[in-house]
């Protein structure tokens, strides 16, 4: 199975700050990995496919990089809206695995 | 509009059985792979099991193979988990998901989510 490592596992940040999260694959995935959102309570929100597609009505903060192993997601200027926890997720293979998640917290 | 709706989730004994519904609505049902996707208390995400739009595939995360089954009635637009020998790690909010697109040869990433049902095993 392919294992997929975030980090960090936690980030501090004020709002309007660049924040990156690293996504990375035990072996090559291509650019087989979408990103997600969730907010406590709440299910999983799809922000980015094929590793730097927006998803449509997602805002241009968002944005994704990479291929092969490692991956990116940037938020431009944090926002508010913004504080939640971030999870990456690969499609390579029959087992679709996903990274062990980012929490964005309140510095 | 999409709508995802799973029901069924609730307490269990250890090794009791459970059958998960998500009726979806707002789509072609029929022309999309269909996922279950399971969340423990305060746990990340995992994927449990999908099923092609015909239920002629199906994939299975390991430590559910032999206990869960996955089905689909296209007729009536609904998904369904059957859960049998249940353990106290299968304790997880289930999320039924659709794939992103119309008659993909291979499930792929999650556009649409329910809201989610509980289950928990406990004696």
């Known amino acids: 199975d392919i294992q997929m490592t975030q980090s960090p596992s936690t980030l501090s940040a004020s709002v309007g700050d660049r924040v990156t999260i690293t996504c990375r694959a035990s072996q090559s995935i291509s650019s087989w990995l979408a990103w997600y959102q969730q907010k406590p309570g709440k299910a999983p929100k799809l922000l980015i496919y094929q590793a730097s597609s927006l998803e449509s009505g997602v805002p241009s903060r968002f944005s994704g990089s990479g291929s092969g192993t490692e991956f990116t997601l940037t938020i431009s200027s944090l926002q508010p809206d913004d504080f939640a926890t971030y999870y990456c997720q690969q499609y390579n293979t029959y087992m679709w695995t996903f990274g062990q998640g980012t929490k964005v917290e309140t510095k | 509009e999409v709508h995802l709706v799973e029901s069924g989730g609730g307490l269990v004994q250890p090794g009791g059985s459970l059958r998960l519904s998500c009726a979806a609505s707002?789509?072609?049902?029929?022309?999309?792979?269909m996922s279950w996707v399971r969340q423990a208390p305060g746990k990340g995400l995992e994927w449990v099991a999908n099923?092609?739009?015909?239920?002629?595939?199906?994939f299975y995360l390991d430590s559910v193979k032999g206990r869960f089954t996955i089905s689909r009635d296209n007729a009536k637009d609904s998904l369904f988990l059957q859960m049998n020998s249940l353990r106290a790690e299968d304790t997880a909010v289930y999320y039924c998901?659709?794939?992103?697109?119309?008659?993909?040869?291979?499930?792929?990433?999650?556009?649409?989510w329910g809201q989610g049902t509980l289950v928990t095993v406990s004696s």
């Open positions: 707002g789509f072609s049902f029929r022309a999309y792979w």
């Open positions: 099923m092609k739009q015909d239920g002629s595939e199906k």
């Open positions: 998901a659709r794939d992103w697109g119309e008659w993909r040869g291979l499930a792929e990433y999650f556009q649409h």
